[in-house]
C-alpha cells in the first residue's frame, strides 16, 4: 500500500511566491529592459518597489509591513532584485560613457 506523505506549505506563501512572479520580481533583473537613457522599464508596482529599496532597508520594510496586499514580497528578495537592477543600469551607464563624443574623439586622436 502506498502512503502519501503531505507536506504543509502556507498558503501565504504559495500566495507570494504567485504574486513576486506577476510582479515580475521573481524572474530576475535580468528581464528588465533599459530605454535609451538607461532608466529601467518597470512595472508600476515594480517602480513602487525599486524606489522603495533605493530609499532604503527599513523604508523598504515599514512599506511592505504596512501594506501586505498586493505586494506580498519578502525585503531581501526586493533588495536583492533592485540591487541587481542598478548593477544592470550601471553597466549601461558606463557603456553610453564609454560612447560619449568626447571619448570618441579622443580614441580616434590616439596614435594607432
Known sequence: MHTRTAYFVPARTVFAAGLLACCGLASGAEDITLDAHCAPRLTSRQQVLF?????????????LFMRPFPHQADVYDTAVWAE?????????????????????????AAPR
Not at 532597508?57 to 512599506?63: A, E, H, K, P, Q
Not at 537592477?85 to 580616434?108: E, H, T
Open 51 to 63: 524606489d522603495k529599496a533605493g530609499a532604503g532597508t527599513d523604508v523598504l520594510r515599514d512599506f
Open 84 to 108: 541587481a537592477v542598478r548593477k544592470q543600469q550601471s553597466g549601461c551607464l558606463d557603456a553610453l560613457s564609454s560612447r560619449s563624443p568626447a571619448n570618441v574623439a579622443k580614441a580616434d
